[in-house]
């Protein structure tokens, strides 16, 4: 691994772990053992390491969102296989990260929700289109509207007064909430495979 490896990802899960404001220049030096100095040969600023840092987990992201829809067995498993990947991520995740995003590096928080709402609203219609031609989600649904509304509560995760608090994991949130919209979505064909895999996913978790 490249010093310049190294350097997005300690600090990519200092940033996680404990928000964007907080880390400083320095402590990333010290963790990784290398003077700022040497920071500074790759980063001019802070700012230019937040957006190369972001632009990697966009990109990786655009990448397990393909894959997903490539190995999936339906859309109801597509769903499954990207809250797991999502909850890999929301276990290392201080709430106040997109907070600091927003109000610190306004540019970056730009180009990430860009890609929220282009890249992940496609990858969300696309997958109700699936659902609904597999016979796992019901013909009526407005697709537009629904897929917006998935998205937003996706969004609200990091904005949720209990999970900014601590007092409620970001995965826990997201699992009520993906559950609560897949069963206003599913037909009866579709909840009986969503039974099917939380029964799966209980049994890897015990």
């Not at 490896?5 to 899960?13: D, L, M, P, V």
Request: charged content about 30%; hydrophobic content about 35%; some cysteine.
């Amino acid at each position: 691994m490249s010093i310049k490896e190294r350097i997005q990802q300690k600090a990519g899960e200092l940033f996680f772990r404990y928000g964007i404001r907080s880390v400083t220049m320095d402590e990333i030096a010290s963790q990784l053992g290398i003077s700022k100095k040497t920071i500074y040969q790759f980063y001019s600023d802070k700012d230019s390491l937040v957006k190369d840092i972001f632009t990697g987990i966009t990109d990786e992201n655009k990448k397990k969102c393909i894959r997903f829809k490539d190995v999936s067995e339906n859309a109801i498993h597509e769903q499954f296989l990207a809250a797991d990947s999502a909850q890999e991520i929301f276990n290392n995740l201080n709430a106040s990260v997109l907070y600091d995003l927003n109000r610190f590096h306004p540019n970056v928080f730009a180009d990430f929700e860009k890609f929220k709402k282009q890249f992940l609203f496609n990858c969300i219609k696309e997958n109700l289109q699936r659902g609904i031609k597999e016979g796992l989600f019901r013909k009526d649904i407005d697709v537009n509207i629904i897929t917006w509304l998935r998205l937003e509560m996706i969004s609200g995760i990091f904005h949720n007064e209990e999970v900014i608090s601590g007092k409620t994991k970001p995965n826990y949130f997201d699992d009520v909430m993906k559950e609560f919209f897949l069963h206003g979505i599913c037909t009866e064909k579709g909840l009986t495979l969503l039974s099917k895999y939380k029964h799966q996913r209980q049994k890897k978790s015990t």
